[in-house]
Nanobody, 115 residues
């Protein structure tokens, strides 16, 4: 099993930046991909960005160019969020997909962007 802990959320003004981190522990060898999802009130959870085992990435079209996903190391995934907008307000969740098709979720971290 993989355990995930997110950090870095908070309150920021529109146009500002935040840097989210996700630290994984446990069966790290089993991870095929890691990603960030977000869920705003009344909305479905949506993919923000993901990074695969080979380092390739993908982003939600609306976020491409503002958000960057990367790995600080094998256990630490980072989401750099720039030029934040009020519509980015959501709970952001770290997610991992294992080699056997199961996934794990962090507890979420709140990001609030004020106008």
């Amino acid at each position: 099993q993989v355990q995930l802990v997110e950090s870095g959320g908070g309150l920021v003004q529109a146009g500002g930046s935040l840097r989210l981190s996700c630290v994984a522990s446990g069966s790290i060898f089993s991870i095929n991909a890691m990603g960030w999802y977000r869920q705003a009130p009344g909305k479905q959870r949506e993919l923000v960005a993901a990074i695969r085992r080979d380092g390739t990435t993908n982003y939600a079209d609306s976020l491409k160019g503002r958000f960057t996903i990367s790995r600080a190391n094998a256990q630490n995934m980072v989401l750099q969020m720039n030029n934040l907008k009020p519509e980015d307000t959501a709970v952001y969740y770290c997610n991992v997909l294992t080699i056997w098709g199961s996934d794990s979720w962090g507890q979420g971290t709140q990001v609030t962007v004020s106008s």
